[in-house]
Antibody, heavy 126, light 107 residues
Framework: QVQLQESGPGLVKPSETLSLTCTVS??????????WSWIRQPPGKGLEWIGY???????DYNPSLKSRVTISVDTSKNQFSLKLSSVTAADTAVYYC??????????????????WGQGTLVTVSS | DIQMTQSPSSLSASVGDRVTITCRAS??????LNWYQQKPGKAPKLLIY???SLQSGVPSRFSGSGSGTDFTLTISSLQPEDFATYSC?????????FGQGTKLEIK
């Protein structure tokens, strides 16, 4: 069973860069059936997809955050990472990493988040 | 972006009740719709994918239906462990988007 674990600072100052890493165990980031996503949830609010990376390094980001987001992968460490620059209080949230499984049938490609990390609260405050 | 709207936002029910939660997409998404359950302080858990396929290990009292723009999640007989927040999510296109969540509370 795949397990994911987020790590990184829980407090970031406004205008600085938020950096988180997700370590994958029980599976490989080079698995062709998976993209690797970051998702966040502000306190008391809904879930927001930030973006994903494929093991090849190809990425897709939410346009609402695209100018500030970088997701990278380190296949040697079986990890992927998130950087979010120029943070403000609005970026305060629980950040989750998740595996984005995909498969193909006659209808097309289906995707779903099947494994999630436990989440890490990142607070933006001076 | 595809907007996902759930109704109701909150719901009170009793153990044993049959409950239905609705999710509407702002455009047709075929059956590219997933459902998640989230308990306080925990990560979401996948229940249903591709609108009606039950994820392995999920009890059969959970079911999903719908296609196009309108979808439902049904819990046939509520159990105490089912009180949680439920969210739908479309995978038709990026950015992936979620509904705002439906909080299911004990009556």
């Amino acid at each position: 069973q795949v397990q994911l674990q987020e790590s990184g600072p829980g407090l970031v100052k406004p205008s600085e860069t938020l950096s988180l890493t997700c370590t994958v165990s029980g599976g490989s980031v080079t698995s062709g059936n998976y993209y690797w996503s970051w998702i966040r949830q502000p306190p008391g609010k809904g879930l927001e997809w930030i973006g994903y990376i494929y093991y090849s390094g190809s990425t897709d980001y939410n346009p609402s955050l695209k100018s500030r987001v970088t997701i990278s992968v380190d296949t040697s460490k079986n990890q992927f990472s998130l950087k979010l620059s120029s943070v403000t209080a609005a970026d305060t949230a629980v950040y989750y990493c998740a595996s984005d499984f995909h498969y193909y049938d006659s209808s097309g490609y289906f995707y779903y988040f099947d494994y999630w990390g436990q989440g890490t609260l990142v607070t933006v405050s001076s | 972006d595809i907007q996902m709207t759930q109704s109701p936002s909150s719901l009170s029910a009793s153990v044993g009740d049959r409950v239905t939660i609705t999710c509407r997409a702002s455009q047709s998404i075929s059956d590219y719709l997933n459902w998640y359950q989230q308990k306080p302080g925990k990560a979401p858990k996948l229940l249903i994918y591709a609108a009606s396929s039950l994820q392995s290990g999920v009890p059969s009292r959970f079911s999903g239906s719908g296609s196009g723009t309108d979808f439902t999640l049904t819990i046939s007989s509520l159990q105490p462990e089912d009180f949680a927040t439920y969210s739908c999510q479309q995978s038709y296109s990026t950015p992936r988007t979620f509904g705002q969540g439906t909080k299911l509370e004990i009556k």
